[in-house]
């Protein structure tokens, strides 16, 4: 029988407990850094920044209009410099200072929060919005802080592009990831719609897998919800800072 979560307000639960040499795998989407003040998808109704999805965040997109695109990523890089980590992002690096490497922290964010508030080894499986790298090259993806009025050209002669990884695009590094999951022994996902694909199943393979505990933190129930143990509803700022209690450790 599959079992039905447990969907009710956080301050309804307890803390979750991490024995020693239990692993972690933490998937945050883009409402962790909603109280950072950087918008979510859901929030703005689809369009993003009032530009649609398709127009900027499709590789078809940037082929018609790479301009506009380079405009798009160039105004929130320029935004990504005016906002700081919250609670959510304090409490995860808290973690990983205290379990070092039995910490998986994925992220499908393309901002650079989790680092600022000092957590290391973060894997932006979408990519990150202060890298820059060519559109046809094999060239090695670059920091790149500069916003762009014109779209800028590798030296192949090819178009530069942001290093995010666009809808209809592999996300980075799956085999490292679905290899972290096998391990996991808590999954938590912080503030994602369960919408996007791959990670809105990730939930599912370790269901499959049957070993992890599965746990969801945000504001509303997820479209994936009957994949997890716990849906634990509330803000990541309010809830994640209480959220973990490591035991013999
Ligand atoms: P989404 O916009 O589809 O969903 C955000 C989820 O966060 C919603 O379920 C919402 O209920 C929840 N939420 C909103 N405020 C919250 C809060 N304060 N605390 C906890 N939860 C909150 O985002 P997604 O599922 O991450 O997928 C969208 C895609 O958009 C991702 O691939 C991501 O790369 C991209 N994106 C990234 C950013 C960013 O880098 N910060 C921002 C927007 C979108």
Redesign the pocket.
């Known amino acids: 029988m599959v079992p039905i979560p447990k969907i009710a307000p956080g301050n309804e639960f307890g803390p979750l407990l991490i024995k020693r040499g239990e692993r972690v795998f933490v998937l945050t989407?883009?409402?962790?850094?909603?109280?950072s003040g950087?918008?979510?998808?859901?929030?703005a109704g689809g369009l993003?920044e009032q530009h649609r999805v398709e127009d900027v965040a499709t590789p078809e997109g940037f082929e018609r209009a790479p301009e506009l695109v380079w405009r798009f990523y160039s105004e929130r890089r320029k935004k990504a410099a005016t906002v700081q980590p919250n609670a959510a992002h304090l409490a995860l690096a808290r973690l990983g200072e205290q379990i070092g490497d039995d910490l998986f922290l994925c992220t499908?964010?393309?901002?650079a929060l989790h680092e600022r508030a000092g957590s290391r080894g973060v894997w932006h499986m979408?990519g990150r919005?202060l890298s820059t790298r060519c559109s046809e090259c094999s060239r090695a993806p670059f920091d790149d802080e500069s916003a762009y009025e014109k779209a800028p050209r590798c030296d192949c002669g090819a178009l530069l592009r942001p290093d995010v990884v666009w809808f209809g695009e592999m996300p980075y590094g799956l085999s490292r990831i679905y290899q972290a999951l096998e391990e996991t022994d808590l999954f938590v996902t912080?503030?994602?719609?369960?919408?996007?694909y791959p990670a809105a199943g990730f939930v599912s393979h370790l269901r499959h897998l049957g070993r992890a505990r599965c746990i969801y933190?945000?504001?509303?129930k997820?479209e994936n919800a009957h994949a997890f143990d716990e849906c634990r509803l509330g803000?990541?700022?309010d809830l994640v800072p209480s959220l973990f209690e490591l035991a013999n450790r």
């Open positions: 989407g883009a409402g962790v850094s909603a109280e950087v918008p979510t998808f859901r929030d993003w499908q964010n393309v901002d979408h919005l912080v503030g994602s719609s369960g919408a996007v933190v945000g504001l509303e997820p803000k990541a700022g």
